[in-house]
Every structure is written in C-alpha cells, then in structure tokens.
C-alpha cells in the first residue's frame, strides 16, 4: 500500500527551487504551458467563494502556471470525496478528510490551506417552537442534505451534549429545500453551518435574528476546524511548485476582499448574476468574523493550525465514529505549501 503520509522530506526537496526563486512573493513557476486545475466548492457560487474567483480575475493563479475551473459543489463533506476522485483541488471539511484518511489513507487528500478554524456546525430550530437546547432534541425529526457536514458529525455532538440519538429521527433531503422544510414544520430542525443557514434563510424571507434558534456544536464542547483547501495527493507531491502557486493565490485573494468586500462580491456576480448582492456581503463579512477569525491566527497566521488543538480534533472524530486508525496530522494537513510568514495574514476584521 502506498504510504499515505506525505513525506516532509520530498516536500522539501521538491519545493526547495522554486521557493529559493520565489519572487515578489509568487512562486517562479515555468510558464511553458499552464498546469489545468478542477476544483470544486462546497456550495453553489456565493460570498464567501468572493476570494477564489477575485484570484482568477486578478491573475494570480495565471501568474503561477495554473489554468483553474472553478465548479460548485453540493456538500462539504462531498467535496473531500470528489477530491479523492475526479477533482485536483476542492473547499471541503476535513472532519470528513479524517474519516477518509482512516478508513482509505490510500485514498484521501491533503489539506495544504485551513480556512474555517471555528466550528460552524449547528442544527436550527424556529425560535418559537418547544426545543430550546440540545436536550429538547430528543423525540424531533431533523433534517438535512445527506453530505452536509454538520448532519455527518451529529454523533459527535449528540455525545457531547449527553443526548440519546435512538428516539431522534433523521430525514434527508436537498441542500436547497433546508430553510423550506424548516419553516414549514416538516421538520424539528435542520443541520447545516449557522452562516449558511441564517443568509439563506434570509433570502427565502425569513428573519433568522427573530425566527431561527441556533444549537451550535461548539456550545457542547465539539471544538474542531472545518474547511480548508485539499488537494489531490498526487499533485502535492508531483506539482508542488502548482500547489505553492494555487494556496499563494488563494491568501493573496483573500486579502484582496478583505480590503474591498464589494469587489469580491462582484466577481462571484460574474458567475452567478442572480445572487443577491448585499445578502452576499452580508454573508461574506460574517464568515471572515465568525468562521474563520479564531483567535489563533494572530499567532499562526491564516492557514496554518494549532497542532495540538488539531491533533485533538483528529482525536475527537476517530472516538466519535469508532475509526479504526488514527491519522497522523501529517496525513490530514501539511504546511508546507503556506505563504512565507511574512505574507500570511493575523488579522482579519
């Protein structure tokens, strides 16, 4: 079986060139022909993707050697699947990566790029119904896309909060009728990520502030990261100048919205023509404060994670779904394709 792990020794050897030549801070890349990325998203086009296509206006995965198309997603524990299939790169949970990495390690990617280093998870009730807190769970019917990241750790939380899941019904059902099966008392409540929930249900005409309950896996101790940047295997140890480029890229992007919201906002517009522009920034800004602002990053910088507080996270996953290994953090996540310190960010907001 090939090692799953990725050596830090070829990483180095491989990169050690092209970050020697490293030049106003984007890797030297040959440009004799561009390198053809697929990446898929979590979700359809919206504001929080602003960074990646901002990237691609702006040239910087082209300054790279990197041709990218960037596909939307269904899911973001679909998209560590898709990355281990038919996609180079994807913006999936690496809660779902370490399932992977345990079960397959053969077959799992690696996380290069750690975004969302607060927990998103939650399930969502109507704020005048009965269930006020984890507890009032039990007997309900919840709901949720079969690859919705939250729903896949449920188990995580319902030990956690010290609920009994055998009374608790679970139903599946598109990621687009969510805030419809909820509102219309189909169900008890809904899993899914607070941001996208509370935005989209915004959009359908609801008033998340006065109609929606968030229970949100971090009140019960759940502290683990969520999305990142993953990559094919292969790539990272065959193209790692490609990755270096591709993650540069991404952090230049991100600052770039950081500075001009709106500017990020229009680029997603160029894809999608239909979003709404202010609930995207809305969107947007609060994903920057509330899932990707932990207060780590002022220590580590955007990107990179605090090994022990990762390392109990991978532990975390494996209790909680009886996995048969534990992965190391070097099967799950590599720094190695970060932004030299002086290029990543400690502050977002």
């Given amino acids: 079986m090939t090692n799953p792990e990725l050596s830090r020794r070829n990483f180095l050897q491989k990169t050690a060139v092209a970050s020697a030549a490293s030049l106003f801070g ?8 561009d390198t053809k990325l697929k990446m898929v998203l979590n979700w359809r086009y919206e504001g929080p993707q602003a960074w990646y296509f901002l990237a691609q206006d702006r040239g910087y995965f082209a300054k790279a050697g990197i041709d990218i198309q960037i ?7 679909a998209a560590v699947g898709k990355v281990a299939g038919i996609y180079d790169v994807g913006f999936g949970d690496v809660n779902a990566l370490i399932q992977l ?33 984890a507890k009032d769970l039990a007997g309900r019917t919840l709901g949720g896309a079969p690859n919705d990241g939250a729903l896949k ?39 899914g990520y607070v941001n996208t929930i509370r935005f989209s249900a915004k959009l359908s005409g609801m008033d998340p ?38 993650v540069h890229g ?12 709106n500017a ?16 995207e920034k809305e969107r947007l800004l609060a994903t920057l404060e509330f899932e990707m602002n932990h207060p780590e990053i002022a220590t580590h910088g955007l990107g ?17 779904y009886g996995l048969p290994r534990t992965p190391s953090i070097e099967e799950i996540y590599t720094p190695e394709f970060l932004p030299p310190e002086s290029d990543r960010l400690y502050k977002l907001l």
Avoid: W
């Avoid at 929606?212 to 100048?241: C, M, T, W």
């Avoid at 991404?250 to 919201?261: H, L, Q």
């Fill in 26 to 33: 984007f890797p030297n890349i040959l440009k004799a022909a």
């Fill in 71 to 77: 596909d939307q997603g269904n899911g973001s524990g």
């Fill in 101 to 133: 990495a345990a079960q397959k390690p053969e077959e799992a990617p690696v996380c290069v790029y750690q975004l969302y280093n607060t927990p998103p998870f939650t399930i969502a009730v109507l704020k005048d119904g009965p269930i006020k807190t």
């Fill in 153 to 191: 750790l449920f188990s995580i939380f319902s030990k956690g909060a010290g609920i009994d899941t055998s009374n608790i019904d679970i139903v599946h059902f598109q990621p687009n009728m969510r805030e419809q099966m909820l509102r219309t008392k189909q169900v008890d409540g809904v899993f």
């Fill in 209 to 246: 502030d006065n109609d929606l309950r968030f229970i949100n896996f971090s009140d019960y101790g759940i502290d683990l990261y969520s999305n990142g940047i993953i990559v094919n295997r292969e790539l990272a140890v065959d193209k790692p100048e490609i990755v270096r480029g591709l």
């Fill in 250 to 261: 991404i952090n230049r992007g991100i600052s770039d919205v950081i500075a001009d919201p």
């Fill in 264 to 279: 990020g906002i229009a680029a997603v517009a160029k894809r999608e023509g239909l979003i709404n522009r202010r609930v």
């Fill in 304 to 320: 990179a994670i605090d090994e022990e507080r990762f390392s109990g996270a991978i532990d975390t996953v494996v209790e909680a």
